[in-house]
């Protein structure tokens, strides 16, 4: 009722054009200190967090970049999903994606991440009554429960070999006959390097293989129980138009998979 009030009478006094000037600065304002933000953590840190806060996206850096691979992951991961569904977001991170993407899908979520830090912006900044955010290590502590969908995204990629493996299998247990697993790995640089991984919260590290390593090694794990869904398979390469960038862009590959018929 109020924003319409002080609408109406702002447009009496032709005053659109002053408010549209403020949001500018704003902007301005708000992509500044957000480019600040990421310069801090990213740029300068010595330990820079292993999540990503996408404020930093919606804010200064998609414009920047012109690339919408945060988003992108998002939108593949929902369509994946069916209204009404129930969902587990492993390794939430700071729930950008959860909140903005899948909870307005899911029946409910249950979204988990072993960062305290991760889990505390996501509890602060994304609230909604049918998601709950879980501080737990999924290696040893996936939370319980029957899903349609299971999202892993942006973190295969932190585990090891045998933790992908047992991990695929705890989610093999809770995913329903036709639920589906959906994510977003890297599978190289563009050099053809190995990609190194260090799990600062852990200590550990992890060397990712070149080539498709990640999305073949999901594959093995998953047959012959899983079966790519040809339906919501999807494949995409996300990078910048520019040459100079274009050696810093990584392949991603949107995999979605069904466990077969046979299974319970
Ligand atoms: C690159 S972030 C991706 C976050 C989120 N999925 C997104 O797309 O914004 C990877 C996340 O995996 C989490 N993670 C790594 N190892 C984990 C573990 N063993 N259990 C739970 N979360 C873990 C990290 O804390 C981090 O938040």
């Known amino acids: ?31 500044w200190g957000h480019r600040l933000q990421f310069t801090m953590e990213w740029v300068v840190a010595r330990h820079p967090p292993e999540w990503f806060d996408h404020f930093l996206d919606n804010s ?27 969902v587990l977001d492993l390794c939430c991170g700071g729930g950008f994606i959860t909140y903005h993407f899948f909870s307005g899908r899911a029946a409910s979520v249950v979204a988990v991440d072993f960062d305290p830090k991760a889990i505390a912006h996501a509890r602060r900044n994304f609230k909604a009554s049918n998601l709950v955010y879980r501080c737990a290590d999924i290696r040893t ?11 892993w995204d942006a973190a295969i990629e932190h585990f090891t070999e045998t933790e992908i493996a047992q991990i695929i299998g ?6 329903t006959r036709n639920g589906v697993l959906s994510g977003y790995t890297i599978i190289e640089k563009a050099t053809g390097n190995r990609i ?26 998953l047959k012959p129980d899983g079966v790519i869904s040809s339906k919501t398979a999807v494949t995409s390469i996300s990078g910048p138009a520019k040459p100079r960038s274009r050696s810093m862009t990584v392949g991603c590959d949107k995999f979605a998979v069904t466990p077969s018929p046979t299974r319970r």
């Open 196 to 221: 190194l991984i260090t799990n600062t919260n852990s200590n550990r590290k992890k060397i990712w293989s070149s080539c498709c390593g990640a999305f073949s090694l999901m594959l093995g794990y």
């Open 141 to 151: 502590d996936m939370p319980e429960g029957e899903f349609d969908n299971v999202s």
């Open 60 to 86: 200064w850096k998609w414009h920047q970049s012109r690339n919408p691979l945060s988003w992108e992951r998002g939108v593949f991961g929902s369509l994946a999903m069916q209204q009404g569904c129930r």
């Open 170 to 175: 705890n989610i093999k247990q809770r995913l």
């Open 1 to 31: 009722m109020g924003w319409k009030i002080v609408a109406k009478l702002l447009n009496l006094l032709h005053l659109l054009p002053v408010v549209k000037a403020l949001n500018r600065f704003l902007r301005l304002l708000t992509a």
